[in-house]
């Protein structure tokens, strides 16, 4: 079955970098926008940066201009490098299809801590 497994999520401090990866297996990757969503405890799940087919990306205001996205098709790989944490940034990191998620791809997503 298709399948997305992230990894990457850790504890940092405020002002540190992390990188996230999402391994997609049994799924022509290549055809599908993705993106990095993440939910923060009693918030709802949100998109904050998406990668088209053609390696266009989007951010969302939070993250703009602190992280970047990016995809390797010929892995079936995408990352999300997370630079200047922030606590705000602290959740569950998911990849899905993008801006549209694909309700059973859900994966168990990667814990981001930013504390101090």
């Known amino acids: 079955q298709v399948q997305f497994v992230e990894s990457g999520g850790g504890l940092v401090q405020p002002g540190g970098s992390l990188r996230l990866s999402c391994a997609a297996s049994?799924?022509?990757?290549?055809?599908?926008?993705m993106g990095w969503y993440r939910q923060a405890p009693g918030k709802q799940r949100e998109l904050v940066a998406r990668?088209?087919?053609?390696?266009?990306?989007i951010y969302a205001d939070p993250v703009k201009g602190r992280f970047t996205i990016s995809r390797d098709n010929a892995k079936n790989t995408m990352y999300l490098q997370m630079d200047s944490l922030k606590p705000e940034d602290t959740a569950v990191y998911y990849c899905?299809?993008?801006?549209?998620?694909?309700?059973?791809?859900w994966g168990q997503g990667t814990q981001v801590t930013v504390s101090s």
């Open positions: 899905n299809t993008a801006p549209t998620p694909t309700t059973n791809l």
């Open positions: 049994r799924i022509i990757f290549s055809i599908y926008h």
């Open positions: 990668v088209t087919t053609d390696g266009r990306t």
